[in-house]
């Protein structure tokens, strides 16, 4: 039981981002070999502090035998003999428990009350002042739910959700958790006056912190109008710097937390318009005023590395910064937009988080079928497997994937090396390069070099002109496997667009193993799913029989009453035969290719792998339709 409590704090500090899980499994090698506390080794060697423990775990006490509270509080010296005696005569006449009696009579605190309880009932005892909580944990366990049972989600690891209880006995509550979550349940302790506190913290509204801020900040500048062009910019005090430093960062903070793709800032009449790309839709935010827009747009120029003087083209720059203890890129983008009243910009961010969650092959939504033909083909010796779709459509996720999965069959045998722009996503065994023009580190340039690395798998952002294409098919005649992306509608227009840069049909026919062309749509969520049966008008029109039964959400609190939440996968793999080669060193059109597959019958489209999906229930026939086009029945 004791060492189940030992490796609870541990996971609690990591949880925290105070350790990293190497220097948690050093701690313990320590431990195992000195007896010590986990507590004791990670501060003598540096690891945190005494105030970062404090700051997150109580007191940490241990009981050797097990006692009546009465006897380990006296044994502890947190009350005397007599004491205790008054206690349970007060005890016999309320009612109420021994330890409530004695906070009430001021005998002791209700922090240390519960550092012994956590003791006795080997429990770990936890200071919620400082925690922190995802946002993807509290959207598993809604605000209503936690003030219901008075608790509060604290992690989650390995499919047990960690919650804080005042009374974590109460097994009736913690099955009823488990049941509304799906979840395995674990519990830690804390005061009921800390959870309430926290639960109003945690699941505050960030947008309403933004509007304290923004009144704050709007104090004195009611009648402060935008000057033309906005080429002057009234003086800021410290303060007022520092408030509209808190504003960015709030925005920034807040969009990450909702797993956002993009952060959108539009200039209007009014004001400047702040809206969040959440699974490929945009969602309005808040407007900030007039008179703050000249500042932000200076603010994030600066920290883009970006000329603020020049307002009259657009500019590109990259913010790094730090969230919940990882590193997070932003790619900037300002495009001078015009108002009524003056020449503003429009600010565009990509969020690119590279130490974010990573998905394998089986997790991307690709059907069983064509998992097993894409993985045959990305083990290929040599040639080269594209990925096609418009952009956000997750083709830098799927290439991940893929080198993950060539990675762990080849047990790291075989020389990874990628040419990004950016590099989204940090793959631990991979050389990964970040391309940089103003450098002269172009995808053609990095191409010559590249080969002179000894690689065996090359992947290559994007294949943007002529003379990568060519290298790129170079490197496959000479053995190497290439990875890379196109921006095409489908599959067969890959070839298309490569007769178009330039690339010799006959060795487009040689060298291509693979084509994938993929979708994003909005999954439905499983919470509030529902089934219900569409008008027969609107199932022949995508080609289903009438009285078809499809899927929808309702909309609830997990899903902030959208009906959906998260994204996956549609696919359509074309992997060549000699027919096709044939066609491709005819240099046929992409829709003679096409109609070759669909007549050959195995050929699975991006709408058909769509209304399968739909008709499983994890997506909906409008996103479907939205998506995928109508040709490809």
């Given at each position: 039981?004791?060492q189940?409590?030992?490796r609870?704090?541990?996971?609690?500090?990591?949880?925290q981002?105070?350790i990293s899980e190497?220097?948690l499994?050093?701690a313990l090698q320590?431990?195992q070999?000195?007896g010590?506390?986990?507590?004791?080794?990670?501060?003598k060697?540096?690891?945190v502090s005494?105030?970062?423990?404090s700051?997150?775990?109580g007191?940490?006490i241990?009981?050797?035998?097990r006692?009546?509270?009465?006897?380990?509080?006296?044994d502890q010296?947190l009350?005397?003999?007599?004491?205790?005696?008054?206690?349970?005569?007060?005890q016999?006449?309320?009612?109420?428990?021994?330890?409530?009696?004695l906070?009430e009579?001021g005998y002791?605190?209700?922090?240390?009350?519960?550092?012994?309880?956590?003791?006795q009932?080997?429990v770990q005892?936890v200071i919620?002042d400082?925690?922190?909580?995802?946002?993807?944990l509290?959207?598993i366990?809604?605000?209503?739910?936690?003030?219901?049972?008075?608790?509060?989600?604290i992690?989650e690891?390995?499919?047990?959700?960690t919650?804080a209880m005042?009374d974590?006995t109460?097994l009736r509550t913690m099955?009823?958790?488990?049941?509304?979550?799906?979840?395995?349940?674990d519990?830690?302790?804390?005061?009921?006056?800390?959870?309430?506190k926290a639960?109003?913290r945690?699941?505050?509204?960030?947008m309403k912190?933004?509007?304290?801020?923004?009144?704050?900040?709007g104090?004195?500048?009611e009648?402060l109008?935008v000057?033309e062009?906005?080429?002057?910019?009234?003086?800021?005090?410290d303060?007022?710097?520092?408030e509209i430093?808190?504003?960015?960062?709030?925005i920034?903070h807040e969009a990450?937390?909702e797993?956002?793709s993009d952060?959108h800032?539009?200039?209007?009449?009014?004001?400047y318009?702040?809206?969040?790309?959440?699974?490929?839709?945009?969602h309005?935010?808040?407007?900030?005023?007039?008179?703050?827009?000249?500042?932000i747009?200076?603010r994030?120029?600066?920290?883009g590395g970006?000329?603020?003087?020049e307002?009259?083209?657009?500019?590109d720059?990259?913010?790094?910064?730090?969230?919940q203890?990882?590193n997070?890129?932003l790619r900037?983008?300002s495009?001078p937009?015009?108002t009524?009243?003056?020449?503003?910009e429009?600010i565009?961010?990509?969020?690119?988080?590279?130490?974010g969650?990573?998905?394998g092959?089986p997790q991307?939504g690709?059907s069983k079928?064509?998992?097993t033909?894409?993985?045959?083909?990305?083990?290929?010796?040599?040639?080269i497997?594209?990925?096609?779709?418009?952009t956000?459509?997750?083709?830098?996720?799927s290439l991940?994937?893929?080198?993950?999965?060539?990675k762990?069959?080849?047990?790291?045998k075989?020389q990874i090396?990628?040419?990004?722009?950016p590099?989204e996503s940090?793959?631990?065994?991979i050389?990964q390069?970040q391309i940089?023009?103003?450098?002269?580190?172009?995808?053609?340039?990095?191409?010559r070099s590249i080969?002179?690395?000894?690689p065996?798998?090359?992947?290559?952002?994007e294949?943007?002109?002529?003379?990568t294409?060519?290298m790129?098919?170079?490197a496959?005649?000479?053995?190497h496997?290439?990875?890379?992306?196109l921006?095409t509608?489908?599959?067969?227009?890959a070839?298309?667009?490569?007769?178009d840069?330039g690339?010799?049909?006959?060795l487009?026919?040689?060298?291509?193993?693979?084509i994938?062309?993929?979708?994003?749509?909005?999954?439905?969520?499983?919470?509030?799913?529902?089934?219900y049966?569409p008008?027969?008008?609107?199932?022949?029109?995508v080609?289903?029989?009438?009285?078809?039964?499809?899927?929808?959400?309702k909309?609830c609190?997990?899903c902030?009453?959208t009906?959906?939440?998260?994204?996956i996968g549609l696919y359509?793999?074309?992997i060549?035969?000699r027919?096709?080669?044939r066609l491709v060193?005819k240099?046929?059109?992409s829709?003679?290719?096409?109609d070759?597959?669909l007549?050959?019958?195995d050929?699975i489209?991006?709408?058909?792998?769509?209304?399968i999906?739909?008709?499983?229930?994890i997506t909906?026939?409008e996103?479907?339709i939205?998506?995928?086009?109508?040709?490809?029945?």
């Amino acid at each position: 039981m004791m060492q189940r409590r030992v490796r609870k704090l541990g996971e609690i500090l990591l949880s925290q981002g105070l350790i990293s899980e190497s220097q948690l499994a050093k701690a313990l090698q320590i431990q195992q070999k000195t007896g010590k506390t986990l507590g004791t080794i990670l501060i003598k060697t540096g690891l945190v502090s005494a105030d970062d423990i404090s700051s997150v775990l109580g007191q940490q006490i241990h009981i050797s035998s097990r006692k009546r509270l009465g006897e380990v509080l006296v044994d502890q010296g947190l009350v005397s003999p007599k004491m205790l005696e008054k206690g349970l005569l007060h005890q016999k006449k309320s009612g109420k428990k021994l330890g409530e009696t004695l906070i009430e009579l001021g005998y002791i605190t209700e922090n240390k009350l519960i550092d012994i309880l956590s003791a006795q009932l080997d429990v770990q005892h936890v200071i919620l002042d400082q925690i922190k909580v995802k946002k993807a944990l509290t959207s598993i366990i809604p605000k209503e739910l936690c003030k219901k049972y008075n608790i509060l989600p604290i992690y989650e690891q390995g499919g047990v959700i960690t919650i804080a209880m005042a009374d974590p006995t109460n097994l009736r509550t913690m099955d009823h958790i488990k049941f509304m979550t799906g979840k395995e349940i674990d519990a830690v302790m804390a005061s009921e006056k800390e959870i309430q506190k926290a639960i109003e913290r945690v699941y505050e509204d960030k947008m309403k912190q933004m509007s304290d801020l923004l009144h704050h900040a709007g104090q004195g500048h009611e009648e402060l109008e935008v000057v033309e062009d906005e080429e002057q910019m009234e003086e800021l005090t410290d303060e007022e710097g520092m408030e509209i430093v808190k504003i960015v960062n709030l925005i920034i903070h807040e969009a990450i937390d909702e797993e956002a793709s993009d952060i959108h800032m539009e200039p209007t009449e009014s004001g400047y318009l702040v809206k969040y790309r959440v699974d490929g839709e945009l969602h309005k935010k808040q407007e900030l005023p007039e008179h703050m827009r000249p500042q932000i747009i200076s603010r994030l120029k600066i920290q883009g590395g970006m000329d603020i003087a020049e307002k009259r083209k657009p500019q590109d720059g990259r913010i790094k910064i730090r969230h919940q203890s990882r590193n997070v890129d932003l790619r900037v983008s300002s495009f001078p937009a015009m108002t009524k009243k003056a020449l503003s910009e429009k600010i565009v961010m990509r969020i690119v988080d590279t130490e974010g969650k990573s998905l394998g092959l089986p997790q991307l939504g690709l059907s069983k079928d064509t998992l097993t033909r894409f993985e045959r083909v990305i083990k290929s010796p040599d040639g080269i497997m594209l990925v096609t779709g418009p952009t956000g459509s997750g083709k830098s996720m799927s290439l991940y994937a893929a080198l993950e999965f060539i990675k762990d069959y080849y047990e790291e045998k075989k020389q990874i090396i990628t040419m990004e722009d950016p590099v989204e996503s940090s793959v631990a065994g991979i050389t990964q390069g970040q391309i940089n023009p103003r450098a002269g580190f172009t995808f053609a340039a990095g191409m010559r070099s590249i080969l002179r690395q000894d690689p065996d798998i090359i992947m290559i952002g994007e294949m943007r002109d002529l003379e990568t294409s060519q290298m790129a098919v170079q490197a496959a005649l000479t053995g190497h496997v290439v990875f890379s992306t196109l921006h095409t509608n489908d599959s067969p227009s890959a070839y298309t667009r490569l007769f178009d840069m330039g690339v010799a049909p006959y060795l487009v026919a040689s060298t291509v193993r693979g084509i994938m062309a993929q979708r994003l749509v909005r999954r439905i969520c499983s919470n509030c799913k529902e089934e219900y049966y569409p008008d027969d008008e609107t199932l022949e029109q995508v080609g289903l029989k009438p009285g078809v039964k499809l899927y929808r959400g309702k909309g609830c609190s997990k899903c902030s009453g959208t009906g959906m939440r998260g994204r996956i996968g549609l696919y359509e793999l074309l992997i060549p035969d000699r027919e096709v080669q044939r066609l491709v060193n005819k240099k046929a059109e992409s829709e003679d290719i096409k109609d070759y597959l669909l007549q050959k019958g195995d050929f699975i489209t991006l709408r058909k792998d769509g209304l399968i999906k739909a008709l499983k229930g994890i997506t909906t026939l409008e996103q479907v339709i939205g998506a995928t086009q109508e040709t490809e029945l």
